[in-house]
């Protein structure tokens, strides 16, 4: 059954966030009109979505703010309100109103990232600051609140409309690694690996010279060498991972293995052989076209295919130009949304979305792949020992759960070592994917 939905206009905006609700969450199609008289005269489900309701008209009705039927880019008067247990933000205050805020706008606000369009001060690193995120200010950044709230619509719709059928969803995990560094001491190059014997010595460091010249000297395995051990545990739990591979030239924060090493071209084809590889970006690269453009193609080279997937390295992301560029490229799949000093939502929603780009009000075709949870985050940022983020962790995936929605988790090879500040913590990865899987 299609839904009709009476708007006073038709907009980009509207299309975007109602296919996104209805069509991709909720499995309800619909289409828009203007006409009251046709909407009067409809015998199927329908909805009023506009600032006034019609008197004595028993269809659903939600209250509209305006935010859904501009074009341009404007501060937005933000109020946080009261829902249920939680908050919500477009209060409004009509009795007839489906919900007490705007759904709808409050959705596209979040999911659209449109506070990232506004003047903000950014972090160290250039990107914007999660305390800056109404998410945050709301203290909703660990709930994905868009599914939450797509689920809380359909079972009014429902309620209403009884012959509606709603989608059933089902939850997903999808597994990420981003290659910063294949190897710690191997495969370095004979400056590299001088300057850190060097370094070494300077620092009366005798463990780890002998730590590094065992490696080289293939005694030891190199600790952050953790594939093999990888695609074990993959073809064991039956996952199916992705990796994100470093590919700029060497600088103060792109510190991988030059593309031209031989045996990373070779590291690289095998993870080619069990899992899908895409472009990470490097640190400068976020708003340099001909930078990432370079670097994909190295990729590209090695892989010998097309690469369609990326994540930024740092998870530098400036919007829109970050995406835009991606798009320019042919980059079907990014994988950098989320933040790396917070767990959790950052555009509200655990699951697969196309990225709307604000600036020339238009829904792209990139698909953005929102992730959840990162090493880093839990271990440099929020400071938290094993069983703390290992509590962390299965909150969030709880939240995923609950909604039916995409769980993807955020590692790095160099994690799974074990060793030196990552002790325990191949034993965390270990238990956070069978509470997942289980």
């Given at each position: 059954?299609?839904?009709?939905?009476?708007?006073?206009?038709?907009?980009?905006?509207?299309?975007?966030?109602?296919?996104?609700?209805?069509?991709?969450?909720?499995?309800?199609?619909?289409?828009?009109?203007?006409?009251?008289?046709?909407?009067?005269?409809?015998?199927?489900?329908?909805?009023?979505?506009?600032?006034?309701?019609?008197?004595?008209?028993?269809?659903?009705?939600?209250?509209?703010?305006?935010?859904?039927?501009?074009?341009?880019?404007a501060?937005?008067?933000?109020?946080?309100?009261?829902?249920?247990?939680?908050?919500?933000?477009?209060?409004?205050?009509?009795?007839?109103?489906?919900?007490?805020?705007?759904?709808?706008?409050?959705s596209?606000?979040?999911?659209?990232?449109?506070?990232e369009?506004?003047?903000h001060?950014s972090?160290?690193?250039?990107?914007?600051?999660?305390?800056?995120?109404?998410?945050?200010?709301?203290?909703?950044?660990?709930?994905?609140?868009?599914?939450?709230?797509?689920?809380?619509?359909?079972?009014?719709?429902?309620s209403?409309?009884?012959?509606?059928?709603?989608?059933?969803?089902?939850?997903?995990?999808?597994?990420?690694?981003?290659?910063?560094?294949?190897?710690?001491?191997?495969?370095?190059?004979?400056?590299?690996?001088?300057?850190?014997?060097?370094?070494?010595f300077?620092r009366?460091?005798?463990?780890?010279?002998?730590?590094?010249?065992?490696?080289?000297?293939?005694?030891?395995?190199?600790?952050?060498?953790?594939?093999?051990?990888?695609?074990?545990?993959?073809?064991?739990?039956?996952?199916?991972?992705?990796?994100?591979?470093?590919?700029?030239?060497?600088?103060?924060?792109?510190?991988?293995?030059?593309?031209?090493?031989?045996?990373?071209?070779?590291?690289?084809?095998?993870?080619?052989?069990?899992?899908?590889?895409?472009?990470?970006?490097?640190?400068?690269?976020?708003?340099?076209?001909?930078?990432?453009?370079e670097?994909?193609?190295?990729?590209?080279?090695?892989?010998?295919?097309?690469?369609?997937?990326?994540?930024?390295?740092?998870?530098?992301?400036?919007?829109?130009s970050?995406?835009?560029?991606?798009?320019?490229?042919?980059?079907?799949?990014?994988?950098?949304?989320?933040?790396?000093?917070?767990?959790?939502?950052?555009?509200?929603y655990?699951?697969?979305f196309?990225?709307?780009?604000?600036?020339?009000?238009m829904?792209?075709?990139?698909?953005?792949?929102?992730?959840?949870?990162?090493?880093?985050?839990?271990?440099?940022?929020?400071?938290?020992?094993?069983?703390?983020?290992?509590e962390?962790?299965?909150?969030?995936?709880?939240?995923?759960?609950?909604?039916n929605?995409?769980?993807?988790?955020?590692?790095?090879?160099e994690?799974?070592?074990?060793e030196?500040?990552?002790?325990g913590?191949?034993?965390?990865?270990?238990?956070?994917?069978?509470?997942?899987?289980?």
């Amino acid at each position: 059954m299609e839904m009709l939905i009476l708007v006073p206009k038709i907009t980009n905006r509207l299309h975007y966030i109602f296919e996104l609700m209805l069509k991709d969450e909720l499995g309800v199609d619909f289409k828009f009109t203007t006409d009251k008289d046709f909407y009067l005269s409809y015998e199927g489900a329908k909805l009023h979505y506009d600032k006034y309701p019609m008197p004595d008209e028993p269809s659903l009705y939600q209250q509209a703010a305006s935010l859904l039927f501009e074009h341009d880019i404007a501060d937005q008067d933000i109020k946080i309100c009261n829902y249920k247990e939680t908050k919500a933000i477009y209060p409004v205050f009509n009795d007839k109103s489906l919900f007490p805020f705007d759904i709808f706008a409050a959705s596209f606000y979040i999911i659209s990232r449109y506070e990232e369009y506004l003047p903000h001060v950014s972090d160290n690193y250039n990107r914007f600051q999660p305390q800056d995120s109404v998410l945050y200010k709301m203290e909703m950044m660990e709930k994905p609140v868009i599914n939450l709230w797509a689920i809380d619509l359909g079972n009014e719709i429902v309620s209403r409309y009884p012959e509606i059928t709603l989608k059933r969803k089902t939850f997903r995990f999808v597994p990420t690694y981003d290659v910063d560094a294949a190897w710690a001491y191997r495969n370095k190059g004979f400056f590299r690996i001088t300057m850190s014997f060097i370094r070494d010595f300077i620092r009366f460091d005798k463990n780890e010279i002998k730590y590094r010249w065992d490696v080289l000297r293939k005694k030891k395995m190199d600790p952050f060498d953790t594939f093999e051990y990888q695609i074990k545990l993959q073809k064991e739990l039956k996952i199916e991972p992705l990796y994100f591979i470093l590919c700029g030239d060497y600088n103060t924060n792109d510190k991988n293995i030059s593309i031209r090493n031989k045996e990373f071209q070779q590291l690289i084809k095998h993870l080619g052989d069990y899992a899908l590889v895409g472009i990470h970006p490097s640190f400068s690269s976020y708003l340099n076209k001909n930078m990432i453009k370079e670097e994909i193609a190295r990729l590209s080279d090695v892989l010998n295919r097309e690469v369609t997937a990326s994540r930024q390295h740092f998870l530098r992301l400036s919007l829109p130009s970050s995406y835009q560029i991606l798009i320019e490229l042919d980059i079907t799949d990014d994988y950098t949304m989320g933040y790396a000093s917070q767990a959790g939502f950052r555009a509200g929603y655990a699951d697969t979305f196309k990225f709307f780009d604000l600036e020339n009000d238009m829904k792209t075709k990139l698909n953005i792949h929102p992730f959840a949870l990162m090493d880093g985050t839990m271990r440099d940022y929020l400071d938290l020992d094993v069983q703390e983020s290992y509590e962390k962790a299965k909150k969030l995936i709880d939240e995923v759960k609950n909604v039916n929605g995409t769980f993807i988790l955020l590692w790095h090879n160099e994690t799974l070592s074990g060793e030196k500040r990552w002790e325990g913590w191949i034993t965390l990865y270990r238990k956070i994917l069978d509470y997942i899987l289980n």
